[in-house]
């Protein structure tokens, strides 16, 4: 079995060495047709960082310590203020939620409390989100809530799987102009400083390749395993 797995691997090396092709690596061209965009299996996940900061239309609840009837639940609306109780409209569109809180707290404060406790509790967001989708450990939707590199959002899907291809990670896009495009990276050579890392965008699309020969000579291995203990595999086929 050892050696016809040798040879296996050795066939598969030079088939992919053979089918190989020269790609510029961090330029973005067209990108295929829909018809050959790989198929995407997603799940909702992510947190939103801390430096995140309100934006038009996230739904926000606004608490004071004690003080029930001041509770609100309010969207900010797209100047980026809320109406609150007593202190009217408050600007917290481009604030944090510790920079919201200690403003609202000092509305208060001016006239109608004394050291008033706000607290703001997020209820629906809206930012950007990205797509991570291949051989990476955790697969899905990651929301884009501060300024993020290829390599930090790899890192956020839990780094590349087992046979995943380092070399041929890509990044499809659609650009100003509503034309869709895509390119692909070399991530060792990000990580050795020979080529920038890219900056990703609200809505991209990011596909790590799996590596042909490593895949097919992982279902090589199995099959054989399986041939080994199967005295009937023969027939099976």
């Known amino acids: 079995m050892t050696a ?6 050795a066939c598969l090396a030079q088939g992919s060495a053979g089918s190989g092709s020269t790609r510029d690596t961090g330029v973005f061209r067209p990108a295929p047709s829909e018809a050959n965009t790989p198929s995407l299996t997603v799940a909702p996940g992510g947190t939103i960082g801390r430096d995140y900061r309100f934006r038009p239309n996230d739904l926000i609840e606004v608490e004071v310590f004690e003080m029930e009837n001041l509770k609100r639940t ?17 600007q917290v569109g481009g604030l944090t939620s510790t920079q919201a809180e200690a403003l609202i707290a000092s509305r208060y404060s001016e006239k109608y409390l004394q050291n008033p406790n706000v607290s703001i509790f997020v209820k629906e967001l809206n930012v950007d989100r990205i797509t991570v989708e291949g051989a990476v450990v955790r697969p899905g939707v990651i929301p884009l809530t501060e300024r993020m590199t290829l390599l930090r959002v790899l890192a956020q899907a839990g780094g590349f799987g087992p046979i995943a291809n380092t070399s041929e990670v890509m990044i499809f896009r659609v650009n100003d102009k509503n034309v869709r495009q895509f390119a692909v990276f070399d991530v060792e050579d990000i990580r050795a400083g020979k080529t920038d890392d890219p900056v990703i965008m609200g809505d991209d699309l990011i596909v790590v390749q799996r590596d042909r020969t490593r895949a097919l000579l992982k279902d090589s291995i199995f099959r054989d395993i399986v041939d080994s203990v199967n005295p009937f595999s023969f027939f099976a086929r």
Request: hydrophobic share 60%; proline share 4%.
């Open 4 to 9: 016809v797995v040798l040879v296996s691997g």
């Open 74 to 90: 309010v969207r900010i609306n797209a100047l980026g203020m809320v109406s609150l109780p007593l202190i009217g409209g408050v």
